[in-house]
């Protein structure tokens, strides 16, 4: 796959269950990043992580809010006890900023969550 | 802090016709990147064209094309012969290059096209 891929692409769950979300992204890139897409809304960044450097976590809105990656492979977005603001679409993009930092942003095609 | 606006929420054009999409932002940086990305129905976020801050020549790809105001900080999107295709959420990013190599986006402009 050539493609950032993202799974699942829709999740629905009961309010207070936890979620994972995964994003695979290219081989290669060593930045990674995570946005939150409410509906109709532009994306708001959630956290950014760049090889093996600490992960820039300022815009997770809450401590309900938590995202790993191993290396600069897959990472994993968790986010506990769901709320009903917290439905959302979720898009993860990976990036190669080692040639330059015009490098754009290649994304998956999200995770639909839906908390009920 | 870096802010990108887009004041814009939606915009139509006929088929055919030329639109501009308006983009702003706000930084203290001399250097840093610029991009127009569209996001069709399908979720699929796609790069339609990208800024270098330090080049005078604005970008151009095919029927894109940007205005590149540096000292105002605007970055304007144009779509010329405009078609269905391009009805879209259009969205204006900005990138500073660096250890805190975060990229802000705008609110996005959604584009209708009109047969």
């Known amino acids: 796959g050539a493609g950032v891929s993202q799974s699942p692409s829709n999740k629905v769950t009961e309010k207070g269950k936890d979620v994972e979300l995964r994003c695979d992204p290219i081989?290669?890139?060593?930045?990674l990043y995570w946005y939150r897409q409410r509906l109709g809304q532009g994306l708001e960044f959630l956290i950014y992580f760049q090889g093996n450097s600490a992960p820039d976590k300022s815009g997770l809105p809450s401590d309900r809010f938590s995202a790993e990656r191993t290396g600069e492979s897959v990472s994993t977005l968790t986010i506990q006890r769901t709320q009903q603001e917290d439905s959302a679409v979720y898009l993860c993009a990976s990036s190669d900023p080692q040639g330059s930092s015009n490098s754009p942003l290649h994304f998956g095609n999200g995770t639909r969550l839906t908390v009920t | 802090a870096q802010t990108v606006t887009q004041s814009q929420p939606e915009m139509s054009v006929q088929e055919a016709e030329t639109v501009t999409l308006s983009c702003t932002y706000d930084?203290?940086?001399?250097?840093?990147?610029l991009f127009w990305y569209k996001q069709p129905p399908s979720r699929q976020m796609i790069l339609v064209i990208r800024q270098e801050a330090y080049k005078q020549q604005n970008a151009t790809e095919n029927r894109f094309s940007v205005n590149f105001q540096k000292a105002a900080k605007s970055f304007s999107l144009k779509i010329s012969d405009s078609q269905l295709g391009d009805a879209a959420m259009y969205f204006c990013?900005?990138?500073?290059?660096?250890?805190?190599?975060?990229?802000?986006f705008g609110k996005g402009t959604r584009l209708h096209i009109l047969p």
């Open positions: 081989s290669g890139h060593t930045a």
């Open positions: 930084t203290s940086e001399s250097d840093y990147y």
């Open positions: 990013a900005y990138r500073t290059p660096g250890r805190d190599d975060k990229i802000i």
